[in-house]
């Protein structure tokens, strides 16, 4: 019993499905899970919903740096991630394989690994949708906030 759990965050976002941002948007939810082994990358993508390769670069070379930094602050260890994001329904309504594109899941990703890093649960009740620019932490705006808020205003539980 004395190995340590891998613990699990998560953060809603919404996905959009459209061209150049005007579409239909459906919530997802974002997990993060830290992982035992310390071999190999510190951030992995998995599940069937897909990170595109430039969001995963900008992930682990922007969002993952700020985790650390806030981390070092606190006086937590650095931690091995496990990122993936799920949303069966919107597999099902669009019938095809999910990807994710685009910056808007930053916020999200960030918000999903502190929690698992800090063993902090996030509410159910929000969805994080924002773009982080920078290791500093800037935040830009993103695409199809009306089709989110529509999404999220559309979803009982937020």
Sequence with gaps: MGAKRRQIGR????L???????????LSTVTARTKRCQKGPRLTFVGQVKFAEASTAHISSIVLPIVDE????????????????????????HNLGVSISGSSADASVLLAMLSAGLS????????????IASRHGDISAVKAIPAKVEAAGADSSV
């Design 11 to 14: 953060a809603r976002m919404a």
């Design 16 to 26: 959009v499905f459209g061209v150049d941002g005007h579409g239909k948007a459906i």
């Design 70 to 93: 806030i981390f070092d602050e606190l006086g937590v260890s650095h931690k091995v991630f496990e990122v993936s994001a799920v949303n069966v329904g919107a597999a099902s309504s």
């Design 120 to 131: 902090m649960p996030l509410r159910d009740d929000f969805v994080a949708t924002a773009h």
